[in-house]
């Protein structure tokens, strides 16, 4: 699915007037404005509901333009770009004089990535041989197309049920390829300081590693270490509305049963086999057991079980490897946010 030229034209038109274009991504669909433009991101903000101080991402047409974003950029920004770009890893670099504060939620960095989806780097690069925005630079903010703390959309519909008509244009480009937002590095330590990962992704500290030759520290953000705030780090994030709880495979079949004697609608998001107990269920989902095929689906799955009206979504956990970090991460934060349903279920 790719949108006409004349729908191109009219994205970019939109973004050089300082308006709101929803467009897909390799991850999920972003709503997007005029990085240059202090206005327009801050319709951004306004439709959202997102906090003045939580920063964006800048979408580029390519690695290129990557000094007129950012300053003192390392040697190790540059062979990550090359390595991974386009595609789903964000770099968190010191930014340079023009880039807006709205953009950097105030802070000395901003974070920068070369989107992989056809339809984003289309857009981007027509919106480039356009002249760009604000200043001549071709850059555009887009965070996830939802309610901020919400769950992304990796479709076109979503968009539309989420914002509806706050987007004056929604670049339909079909369901998004990875399904999770991309993997974030801080870079501003510099050279000679091994980076942090602040958000994991498809891209993996372990082939960050073998680009860089040094695998980049994971943590936990604290206020006070001096690392830069970023999209999807707060405790609660990608939430549905329905209360959502974690439970291990084992007890899964457990907690349905509590759940259907207590008269309580259940809706279960499992991977691998069905459990027998999922038959109790008020609704269910089953994702693929492998992280790329269930962080695929993931978020359309959880969409579809926060409109079944059930009083709680169960969500299986996943298997505590490295290469399932991004998707534990994701659910680990849906689940915060949508409270975690300690009422129905005890905990022992």
């Known amino acids: 699915m790719f949108p006409d030229q004349a729908d191109l034209d009219r994205a970019v038109a939109l973004l050089q007037a300082g308006e709101l274009v929803a467009f897909p991504t390799e991850t999920v669909y972003g709503l997007g404005?005029?990085?240059?433009?202090?206005?327009?991101?801050?319709?951004i903000f306004a439709a959202k509901g997102r906090p003045a101080d939580h920063p964006l991402i800048v979408h580029l047409p390519g690695g290129g333009g990557l000094d007129r974003w950012a300053r003192e950029i390392p040697t190790i920004a540059w062979e990550l770009a090359e390595a991974f770009w386009p595609g789903p890893l964000t770099l968190i670099l010191k930014r340079a004089p023009a880039v807006p504060a709205a953009v950097t939620g105030g802070q000395d960095s901003v974070g920068l990535r070369v989107p992989a989806h056809p339809v984003a780097l289309s857009l981007l690069r027509a919106y480039a041989e356009?002249?760009?925005?604000?200043?001549?630079?071709?850059?555009?903010a887009a965070p996830?197309?939802?309610r901020f703390g919400r769950i992304s959309p990796t479709?076109?519909?979503?968009?539309?049920?989420?914002?509806?008509?706050?987007?004056?244009l929604i670049l339909d480009g079909g369901r998004c390829q990875v399904g999770i937002e991309s993997t974030i590095l801080d870079l501003t330590p510099g050279d000679g300081q091994p980076p942090r990962l602040l958000r994991p992704g498809r891209v993996t500290p372990e082939q960050i590693g073998t680009v860089i030759g040094i695998l980049p520290e994971i943590g936990i953000r604290r206020p006070d270490d001096g690392t830069p705030r970023v999209s999807g780090s707060l405790?609660?994030?990608y939430a549905p509305t329905t209360p959502l709880r974690l439970v291990t495979t084992a007890r899964l079949p457990e907690v349905i049963d509590t759940l259907r004697q207590a008269g309580r609608r259940c809706a279960v998001l499992c991977h691998g086999e069905l459990p027998s107990a999922a038959g109790a269920a008020h609704a269910w989902r089953r994702l693929p057991a492998d992280p790329r095929g269930y962080g695929r689906s993931l978020y359309a799955a959880l969409r579809e079980l926060d409109q079944t009206a059930a009083d709680l979504i169960v969500a299986e956990e996943t298997p505590a490897t490295p290469a399932w970090a991004a998707v534990a991460d994701r659910l680990r934060r849906a689940a915060c946010g949508a409270?975690?349903?300690?009422?129905?279920?005890?905990?022992?």
Do not use: I, M
């Open 33 to 43: 404005a005029d990085a240059a433009n202090p206005a327009a991101v801050g319709k």
């Open 130 to 140: 356009a002249g760009g925005g604000v200043a001549g630079l071709c850059g555009v």
């Open 144 to 146: 996830s197309a939802n």
């Open 155 to 168: 479709e076109a519909a979503h968009v539309r049920d989420e914002l509806g008509d706050a987007v004056p």
């Open 235 to 237: 405790a609660a994030h």
């Open 339 to 348: 409270g975690q349903g300690t009422d129905f279920v005890p905990r022992t």
